[in-house]
């Protein structure tokens, strides 16, 4: 996973107005007799963090960390989401009661999964110049031990053009981008801004252009970049995808990949989400554009306030990759990967397959095998030994192709959905960390003699051998090009 390896270790810290959401969810049969209204017969009450506390979710589920700051108020709402981030797993939650304010709350009704109504509950007063001074000073001391900067403004009050100047200015002094998921429509107050990623309502706000066309969407981006000192611009445009204005380069149009649309709810969250990881990962802004909006396009395909995983991205990029969008390294693994990609799988209900080799010259022996092993799992994993791995094995005048060319030819496969190095002489190891379902090699194999048939035999899988294609291996080929 090239690009997503470097969402492992990457820490962002968030800022924003944080909020609890509620879903009431039931069925309309019958209208109120009582007015003209319909009945909802709740079936279901669930709760979720909400908001710029759902920026910091998405930020976890993608494999990275994150700090969030906000403010609550001191109430049973604010207890309740602070009780809902302490669960999760990678979040270190820095939220401030104040008494004099209450915890936001979006309350959404839905009947046969329709949204019927929201209310909302909230105080969008600006806080207390020692409420202001406060954040600061937290926000500015923790800048320096993060790698991106978010500021999820949803205009509770919180992000005042003071508290915004000094965090802007306190990130650029270290070298952290930042990015704003803005609400307003003076984009000034984020001057110095790495990036901010209006959808299509704000940038209207802002530019005054209705930004439905691609031409329409750069014109807007365009004057967005004059009007405002802000490094660069992505407009989201639903359905339409995205468009990425930086300063001094073409504009960019990235499509979305959204195959059914359920809910919006949380979109955008997860796009400015998306892009820290990427930008705190060291990618290049259009890498981690795309990667956002591939992210997009699956969460609006769920209900409620959603996240994505790695497991998630890493499935929506290899089906990108079979239809020429995104670089087929997005399938390289490093072994920490594949042990948490494999996991995510089974959490899916995926089972996970195994087969491995030198595949040093690709030929048709190897396509059959490794067809054979896809069509006996639902995700396949490829080991290939490493170069130093293979000299041991083959002798000095091997591998002709480096480790990191086989890898990619090997990830340029469709039916090929993770490819990891392994350096030692067998992948036993590897094996026995992933414990695959399924174990599959040639038919020159006996299985009793497989390397990790032992390991998955007691665990309940199976070790299955495919027909070898005689006269093909990369001995053969070595020796008809040398003539010999």
């Known amino acids: 996973m090239f690009e997503l390896q470097k969402f492992q270790g990457v820490k962002v810290l968030c800022l924003g107005d944080v909020m609890l959401d509620c879903f009431v969810s039931g069925d309309v049969n019958r209208i109120s007799p009582e007015g003209p209204v319909p009945v909802l017969c709740v079936n279901s009450k669930q709760y979720f963090a909400g908001g710029a506390a759902n920026v910091a979710r998405n930020i976890a589920s993608l494999g990275a960390r994150c700090t969030l700051v906000g403010v609550i108020g001191r109430d049973p709402e604010g207890a309740q989401l602070t009780s809902l981030l302490e669960t999760s797993e990678g979040i270190d939650t820095r939220?401030?009661?104040?008494?004099?304010?209450?915890?936001?709350?979006?309350?959404?009704?839905?009947?046969q999964n329709q949204q019927m109504l929201r209310v909302d509950h909230e105080n969008n007063d600006a806080l207390s110049k020692y409420d202001e001074a406060k954040i600061i000073r937290l926000v500015c001391d923790l800048v320096r031990l993060h790698s991106a900067v978010v500021l999820s403004d949803y205009a509770k009050g919180l992000l005042s053009e003071s508290v915004v100047r000094a965090i802007v200015t306190e990130s650029k002094n270290h070298g952290v981008p930042v990015i704003v998921d803005p609400k307003t429509a003076d984009l000034s107050r984020y001057s110095g801004a790495s990036v901010v990623t209006p959808n299509l309502r704000e940038a209207y706000a802002a530019s005054g252009i209705q930004a439905n066309s691609d031409d329409e969407s750069n014109d807007a981006a365009e004057l967005i970049l004059s009007r405002f000192e802000i490094d660069s611009v992505l407009i989201t445009r639903a359905e339409k995808g995205m468009t990425l204005a930086e300063r001094g380069k073409a504009p960019l149009h990235i499509r979305s990949n959204a195959r059914e649309v359920f809910d919006v709810v949380g979109a955008g969250d997860t796009v400015v989400a998306t892009l820290a990881v990427g930008l705190g990962g060291k990618l290049h802004l259009s890498e981690a554009a795309r990667i956002a909006n591939l992210a997009a396009g699956i969460?609006?395909?769920?209900?409620?306030?959603?996240?994505?995983?790695?497991?998630?991205?890493?499935?929506?990029?290899?089906?990108?990759?079979?239809?020429?969008?995104?670089?087929?390294?997005?399938?390289?693994?490093?072994?920490?990967?594949?042990?948490?990609?494999?996991?995510?799988?089974?959490?899916?209900?995926?089972?996970?397959?195994?087969?491995?080799?030198?595949?040093d010259i690709l030929h048709?022996?190897?396509?059959?095998?490794?067809?054979?092993?896809?069509?006996h799992c639902e995700?396949?994993?490829?080991?290939?030994?490493?170069?130093?791995?293979?000299?041991?094995?083959?002798?000095?005048?091997?591998?002709?192709?480096s480790q990191e060319d086989r890898a990619e030819l090997l990830s340029a496969l469709s039916f090929v959905d993770a490819v990891v190095v392994f350096?030692?002489?067998?992948?036993?190891?590897?094996?026995?960390?992933?414990?695959?379902?399924?174990?599959?090699?040639g038919g020159d194999y006996q299985v009793e003699t497989i390397v990790g048939?032992?390991?998955?035999?007691?665990?309940?899988?199976?070790?299955?051998?495919?027909?070898?294609?005689?006269?093909?291996?990369?001995?053969?080929?070595?020796?008809?090009?040398?003539?010999i």
């Open 95 to 111: 939220l401030i009661e104040l008494a004099n304010r209450s915890t936001t709350v979006k309350m959404r009704f839905l009947g």
């Open 299 to 359: 969460v609006v395909g769920r209900r409620g306030t959603a996240t994505v995983s790695i497991a998630d991205l890493h499935t929506e990029l290899m089906h990108d990759t079979q239809n020429g969008i995104v670089r087929p390294t997005s399938k390289i693994c490093t072994w920490n990967d594949i042990l948490k990609l494999s996991g995510d799988w089974r959490d899916s209900g995926l089972t996970v397959g195994f087969t491995n080799g030198c595949f």
């Open 364 to 375: 048709v022996g190897h396509i059959r095998t490794l067809q054979f092993a896809r069509e």
């Open 379 to 401: 995700r396949l994993v490829v080991g290939i030994n490493s170069d130093q791995s293979v000299r041991r094995l083959k002798g000095e005048s091997r591998p002709v192709n």
């Open 423 to 441: 350096s030692q002489d067998t992948p036993l190891e590897l094996i026995e960390a992933i414990s695959p379902e399924t174990l599959v090699k």
């Open 453 to 483: 048939a032992e390991h998955v035999l007691k665990h309940g899988g199976k070790v299955l051998t495919c027909e070898i294609v005689r006269g093909k291996s990369t001995t053969d080929t070595i020796r008809q090009v040398q003539g």
